[in-house]
């Protein structure tokens, strides 16, 4: 019966009054917490990543319960269950499978960050019709059929499709004209291979109108940067789309561009993900080689995000708020405000909610670019790609313009 | 090698801990705890795979994840692009693993001790960007629903994974038992206590070597595919990385290397343990985990360096050496070489012939022109002072050697450059300067190995030794492990090792060396035995004392030539044997007190 009233109190506005007069008995009948759930390395080479997952989520949790919790559910607060996934899928899934088993009341979760996990932990949460929010990129998540999984970045492949049309939209609108040659440093591992795949052989560069002028692969770690840059100094591209994994790779051709005098923006420097844009890669590469440059991201702090940025950065003492911590703070939103939706702490009418979701305005919807919005494979519906930029030491969020927090540099070649 | 009795009460034990853990799946309420369980049982078959080679065979791998990967890969891309079900593909990971095994020994076996273990670890850390650079990088088994599922290896009910991964164990640990019990364990054994005496006793060390480790990629590999089907997502890290050959490695090395159950208490202790360290720590003092799994590790390996099981069976007192043999046999004979049956007719004629054979190590001439014809029947001995090559002509003889030049014919068929199995095949004996016993095992499997050359069967090679040492006078110690013997003893036993299969030809190296006068009376009346028994006898000596009353033949080495060679009594007396023994000074005086 309680459900019947906390259902309609959502939905229709004359019900919300019926829900205030029957709240002491929800209160009683509903008070006690509701359980959700995050997955992430939090021992192993991806600890950090976790941590930082974890500082968004603390946030987030409590920013839910001091805000009176669930209202649907007669202020009911969010609790949330920790669990680390370690450093292979086989301690990923045992975490998962133990939540599963002794946490019989989650309502949903989040996690776990590096793909490969993400997969095996949701092989799990499938099964016990857990709903599950992942930042992970891989197309393979969501390609298995699965009903309980929902992606909030976009994948690999629609990142990989969107950076470079979105990079000259960038362009044209700075400086008025459109790049026509482009250059490729990239390392062959998998994914800098998957990334350019579409783009060297599925005629994504001829479709963009770009002649490709410098086409350069190495095998990491790389010993020596010189003959990579001198062909992009003697073939001048407008622009250099620069693939590295691994950071050390990354530092030695900054390192070379600005001993070529090509850095600082010189030949504007496009690249792709989250690691791009890391203090780790501040402390290793340095605010000024990094300087100019572009990279393309599912989640980056948006306009709007000011004061939680300031927030995030006095509570946790990071130097900048990055993909990692937004999502972790996103995703628990998005599931509170599911449960505000549903009404019912129940697995599956959570998911039900999220499914039906098409959230622009909330704290939820205020972490990610474009509406909460899910398609029948859990993946999201016209999510723009975001492009940031390092400028004097931060990466900050330039593209698309709506959501800038501040004006990109694209300096033109000379 | 265990009696029938200690192999019946192992076949119970396994019984009894299927029947075990079937009752804890059943007790387990929680799919979490039903899966740890499943994953303790096949991480339990990756160790007891790996304890096939590693812990009977003594070759220590670090890269046994090679095998466990490709069984996972096998059953995952199988199902992905050949839509094949795992109940079909997880039997042909024992193909797989076998394959591999073969692939990777025959180069790797090249090598030894740690050069072997270091250069196993290779093979996985070089699938890790192969399968990246394919594109496996995350494989995720599809998802089955309803009928399919069965049909795919996808239960709802996880104690259904228990049983299967349970089946493999017992599997594992019968095909252990079997080899523990087998000639093929036998031969691990004396590979892994001394490989090249096994050798020349007539094992034929790469092939068992080979076989083991075929046999422990097939058991790994078995494993890994069912892994795949529990984990359903791959990842070359989590399969092919440096934590799974770890792992195979770090349970056995808990439990007890080269024993059956090792592997097993290792997996059932360490597998839980580090897993609920991770489920207790892991989000509460991240990487406390791995400290205090390290740190229980170390602590095991200081109180019980050979693992747990051996640990637990010396406290038992099970594990001391048997009692000995029911009848009392006299103290040793005076002459205790008992003559056979029938003696050999000695057929006259040259039962080995070296023609100009000659080797070097590097600039010195070890050998050098060596011509050499042993009459058949005869006790022929060879001496030389320290250096000259003597212990050299018979690792050329018996195959450790392969000469520079020359050739060696036994019996008129050329045997130059075989491999010292194929030699002793042939029925040429040896035994070694410095004994090279199996010291963990009994004198009885010492000799047991010696045996397996000439028998047919097990129980023939072991009345074979029987009688081998019942012609040495050494049954009385039967039962003796190796390890404690005398250094008579020794000989004797390794004269009974090197005599088990029949020879036709001995070749005794330095035999009398160290021995005291009371004991050599021994050992000379057992080596006059062998030649009255019709074998050929080809005996090292430097001490010429002995020597010259013993053969009938005699030749002289010094400095890689042969210098001199005849009855003993003439050959003493030659100038140049003088001179390369005693130096010039003494030839002149010899020649002024002959004239």
Redesign the interface.
């Known amino acids: 019966m309680t459900h019947n009233i906390t259902r309609r109190s959502v939905t229709g506005g004359l019900a919300t009054a019926i829900g205030a007069l029957a709240a002491p008995a929800i209160v009683r009948a509903q008070a006690k917490s509701v359980k959700i759930a995050m997955i992430a390395p939090m021992s192993g080479p991806w600890a950090r990543q976790g941590q930082l997952l974890k500082m968004g989520s603390d946030l987030a949790m409590a920013d839910i319960n001091d805000g009176g919790g669930i209202k649907s559910l007669g202020g009911a607060k969010l609790e949330i269950i920790y669990a680390d996934a370690g450093d292979t899928t086989e301690k990923a899934k045992n975490a998962a499978q133990r939540l599963v088993s002794d946490q019989p009341d989650l309502v949903g979760g989040f996690g776990s960050w590096l793909s490969s996990f993400t997969l095996a932990v949701t092989e799990v949460t499938e099964r016990a019709s857990i709903p599950w929010l992942t930042l992970s990129y891989s197309d393979a998540i969501t390609d298995r059929g699965f009903k309980f999984i929902f992606q909030t970045s976009p994948t690999a492949a629609q990142q990989a499709e969107k950076t470079l049309p979105t990079a000259l939209d960038l362009a044209q609108s700075t400086t008025g004209k459109k790049p026509k040659t482009i250059g490729i440093i990239m390392d062959n591992t998998a994914s800098p291979i998957a990334f350019a795949k579409p783009l060297k052989e599925g005629g994504g560069l001829d479709k963009l109108g770009l002649k490709l002028i410098v086409d350069e692969i190495f095998t990491p770690p790389l010993s020596d940067a010189t003959p990579l840059v001198s062909k992009v100094r003697s073939a001048k591209p407008d622009f250099l789309l620069l693939l590295t994994s691994a950071m050390p790779d990354c530092k030695l051709v900054l390192e070379k561009l600005d001993e070529f005098g090509l850095a600082h923006g010189k030949i504007p420097l496009v690249s792709n993900g989250a690691p791009f844009g890391s203090p780790e890669l501040l402390k290793t590469v340095g605010a000024d080689l990094l300087d100019g440059l572009l990279f393309s991201v599912a989640n980056w702090p948006m306009k709007g995000q000011e004061k939680f940025i300031e927030r995030f950065k006095k509570k946790t003492g990071e130097a900048f708020l990055t993909q990692d911590a937004l999502c972790g703070y996103g995703h628990p939103q998005i599931l509170a405000a599911a449960l505000e939706a549903a009404g019912a702490p129940d697995k599956a009418k959570v998911a039900d909610a999220i499914r039906k979701m098409n959230l622009t305005t909330g704290p939820a919807a205020q972490c990610f670019p474009g509406p909460i919005k899910f398609d029948d494979k859990g993946r999201r519906e016209n999510v723009p790609i975001i492009f940031a930029q390092w400028q004097k030491g931060v990466p900050v969020t330039v593209f698309p313009t709506d959501l800038a927090l501040a004006k990109p540099v694209w300096p033109s070649a000379a | 090698m265990r009696t029938r009795a200690e192999a019946n009460r192992q076949r119970w034990a396994i019984a009894g801990v299927a029947i075990a853990v079937l009752l804890l799946s059943l007790v387990l309420q ?4 039903e ?2 369980l499943a ?1 303790v049982l096949l991480w339990a078959v990756l160790s007891l795979g790996w304890n096939i080679l590693c812990g009977y065979g003594g070759y220590s791998s670090f890269g046994h994840a090679v095998f466990w990967g490709l069984g996972a890969y096998t059953v995952g891309l199988a199902m992905i692009d050949l839509n094949l079900t795992p109940w079909v593909s997880i039997p042909f990971c024992a193909v797989v693993g076998a394959v591999a095994g073969a692939l990777i020994g025959y180069p790797t076996f090249r090598l030894r001790g740690h050069y072997f273990g270091l250069a196993m670890l290779a093979y996985p850390l070089a699938m890790l960007p192969i399968f ?2 394919l ?1 496996y ?2 494989l ?1 088994l ?2 089955k629903r309803g009928e399919a599922a069965i049909a795919y290896m996808q239960f ?1 009910d996880p104690r259904i994974y228990v049983v299967l991964a349970l089946a493999l164990m017992v599997g594992a640990l019968a095909i252990s038992l079997w080899v523990e019990n087998s000639r093929f364990g036998m031969a691990l054994t004396a590979i892994k206590q001394n490989e090249p005496a096994a050798e020349a006793a007539g094992i034929d060390t790469w092939k068992w070597k080979m076989l083991a480790l075929m046999l422990s990629g097939a058991m790994s590999s078995v494993a890994g595919g069912l892994y795949a089907v529990l ?5 070359p ?2 399969l092919f ?1 440096i ?1 799974a050959s770890a792992q195979a490695l770090i349970l056995a090395l808990f439990g007890g290397v080269g024993s059956l159950w090792g592997p097993v208490i290792g997996a059932f202790v360490l597998v839980p343990l580090a ?1 609920g360290l ?2 207790q720590l ?2 509460v003092l ?2 406390i ?2 400290v205090v799994y390290g740190v229980a590790i170390i602590a095991i390996i200081l109180l019980a360096p050979e693992g747990v099981y051996w640990r637990v069976l010396d406290r038992l007192g099970r594990g001391k050496k048997p009692a000995p043999r029911g009848e009392t046999v006299p103290a040793v004979p005076a002459a205790p070489v008992i003559a056979l049956p029938h003696p050999r007719e000695a057929a006259g004629g040259d039962l080995l012939v070296l023609k100009n054979v000659g080797i070097a190590f590097g600039g010195l001439r070890a050998l050098d022109q060596i011509d050499l014809a042993v009459p058949e029947g005869s006790l022929y001995g060879i001496i030389g002072p320290n250096g000259a090559g003597k212990t050299t002509l018979f690792n050329v003889i018996n195959g450790f050697l392969t000469p520079g030049s020359g050739s060696i014919t036994f019996d008129g068929e050329a045997i130059t450059g075989m491999r010292p199995s194929r030699v002793c095949r042939r029925g040429i004996g040896r035994t070694f300067q410095v004994v090279r016993s199996f010291s963990r095992m009994s004198v009885l499997e010492n000799v047991i190995v010696g045996a397996y050359v000439g028998a047919p069967d097990d129980t023939a090679a072991r009345n074979m030794a029987l009688a081998a040492l019942d012609r040495v006078g050494l049954s009385a110690r039967a039962d003796a492990i190796a390890g404690g013997l005398t250094t008579r003893e020794l000989r004797l036993m390794e004269l009974a090792r090197a005599l088990a299969p029949n020879p036709r030809l001995m070749l005794l190296d330095e035999t009398l060396a160290g021995l005291g006068h009371d004991d050599l009376d021994g050992i000379l009346g057992a080596i006059r035995q062998l030649r009255a028994d019709g074998i050929t006898v080809l005996i090292i000596e430097h001490t010429m004392q002995a020597m010259v009353n013993l053969v009938d033949h005699f030749t002289v080495l010094d400095h890689g030539r042969l210098i001199a060679g005849g009855k003993p009594h003439d050959v003493v007396r030659d100038p140049r044997v003088i001179e390369a023994y005693l130096g010039k000074k003494w030839v002149e005086r010899v020649a002024a007190t002959a004239n």
């Open positions: 929680s799919a979490y705890f899966q740890v994953e990246n650079w594109g990088q995350e995720a599809p998802m709802d984990l359903l997502v791959l990842t890290d989590t990385g934590l897993e991770n489920a892991g989000n991240p990487g985990q791995g």
